[in-house]
């Protein structure tokens, strides 16, 4: 089955820096690739997302980045605010899966005023 | 619309008792999942439905069951709870074009102690 990492588990940024994490995935088929925002007790939600024939989207701050030759997308946020502090997922799926999504682990972001 | 709503959003339970978590979507989405997240950790999938009576497993199903009667609910069923289901619990939805992608929208999600 499919196996997604994400790095780093912890971020720690000055208010108006960028910020950068990574996933990796292991299966070449997927082709769907979300990233939810979770802020502290509550629910997870899309805040981008992109598909495998697309290399790059962006909206306002945020920006995902995908290399499917090494099997590899990014999130960058930038001139990041104190209200960006929450934990963020990656995802990746492939739509013969049923819309099944394995998720990374997980980056806690703390953005310091 | 409510979006998607469950319940209890806080259950203590003793080992070995059971307990049924709902989950209620008013979107007309067709797919519907239920996750745990436990401390620190990503979301791991239970079990998933694409569809009114057609469920499947996903990556823990383990102590857990599923059913699907209508579009709009997906109750989660434990039996004989275990200290190790001890997790954070979300249902979400999805509507799937035949693109095959699809935003997922969670409920708030229910935090299960078992003791």
Redesign the interface.
């Known amino acids: 089955?499919e196996n997604v990492e994400?790095h780093p588990s912890t971020l720690s940024v000055q208010e108006g820096d960028s910020a950068v994490i990574k996933c990796t995935y292991s299966d070449s088929a997927s082709?769907?690739f979300?990233w939810?925002k979770q802020e502290l007790g509550?629910?997870?939600?899309?805040i981008i997302?992109i598909?495998s024939n697309v290399g790059e989207k962006k909206d306002q701050r945020i920006a995902v980045t995908l290399n499917k030759t090494a099997k590899h997308f990014s999130l960058h946020i930038t001139e990041t605010q104190p209200e960006d502090s929450a934990v963020y997922?990656c995802a990746a799926?492939?739509?013969?899966n049923?819309?099944?999504?394995?998720?990374?682990?997980?980056t806690t972001l703390t953005v310091k005023p | 619309n409510a979006g998607v709503t469950q319940t209890p959003k806080f259950r203590i339970l003793k080992i070995g008792q059971s307990m049924t978590l709902q989950c209620t979507q008013d979107m007309n989405h067709n797919y519907m999942y239920w996750y745990r997240q436990d401390p620190g950790m990503g979301l791991k999938l239970i079990y998933y439905s694409v569809g009114a009576g057609i469920t499947d497993k996903g990556e823990v199903p383990n102590g857990y069951n599923v059913s699907r009667s209508t579009t709009e609910d997906f109750p989660l069923r434990l039996e004989l709870a275990a200290p190790s289901q001890t997790s954070v619990y979300f249902c979400a939805s999805s509507y799937l074009w035949i693109a095959g992608e699809g935003e997922q929208y969670f409920g708030p999600g229910t935090r299960l102690t078992v003791t």
């Open positions: 089955g994400q082709n769907y979300p939810y509550k629910r997870p939600q899309l997302d598909r997922f799926s492939r739509d013969t049923a819309g099944k999504s394995t998720f990374g682990d997980g």
